[in-house]
């Protein structure tokens, strides 16, 4: 029963009376109570959220001037140029589809995040996130490093609140297996997601031209 209390008293602050050796320690270092940290977390998803949706909006405003000028040089029949302007666009569609399954893979979280906060189930709601992030940072840290070391402070941040709620409620032992499954799916959805959405904005190139990589090492 002293357990739970705890782990209450961690979910929402109250007024309570911390021994000297916690006082001195929260006086040089105050630890936020779980509920404040998810929302310092949320919040940081969020900025990472909205940084992806707007790199994706430039990429996507440069794929509609580079497509444009593919399809000029189709009717200008100059099939190399059409190739090369082909061979960017081809990369740049891999990049933004990348970077929407990272977007809608972080939206999965935040909400999976709304949900702990409203209904207070850390330790089964929280875990799967703990591995979506993880597997994010790794993923982002390569596209866009800056959001993978963001994503790594995130998942710090999150593992320490599954752990402080683990110590309050005395649940140690996390089945991992069960959480990597769930956090596997949610990728796989999100990476479903993007593929729907590429097909649905994005318009295929004409296929009347050599392959991208025959005109690749074209300049222009």
């Known amino acids: 029963m002293a357990r739970v ?12 009376g911390p021994g000297v050796i916690e006082r001195i320690r929260n006086t040089i270092n105050p630890p936020p109570p779980l509920r404040q940290k998810l929302a310092i977390a949320l919040y940081r998803l969020r900025v990472q959220n909205n940084r992806l949706e707007y790199m994706i909006a430039k990429m996507k405003e440069r794929d509609q001037a580079l497509f444009e000028k593919v399809v000029q040089a189709q009717m200008d029949k100059d099939t190399t140029r059409a190739a090369m302007y082909a061979a960017e666009v081809a990369e740049l569609r891999k990049m933004i589809k990348s970077l ?6 972080l939206e999965r979280v935040a909400l999976r995040l709304e949900t702990v906060m409203t209904m207070g189930d850390i330790l089964v709601g929280l875990a799967p996130v703990v591995g979506v992030i993880r597997d994010l ?16 402070e995130i998942g710090e941040l999150l593992e320490s609140v599954v752990t402080e709620a683990g110590e309050f409620t005395g649940f140690m032992s996390v089945p991992s297996g069960v959480y990597s499954e769930e956090a596997r799916k949610i990728m796989e959805e999100a990476a479903a997601v993007a593929e729907q959405r590429m097909k649905a904005e994005f318009p295929e190139l004409p296929s009347a031209f050599p392959s991208p990589t025959a005109g690749s090492q074209e300049k222009k």
């Open 137 to 152: 940072r790794h993923y982002l840290g390569r596209l866009v490093p800056e959001i993978g070391l963001e994503m790594a």
């Open 100 to 105: 929407l399954m990272a977007k809608y893979a």
């Open 5 to 16: 209390d705890d782990f209450a008293k961690a979910w929402s602050p109250q007024p309570r």
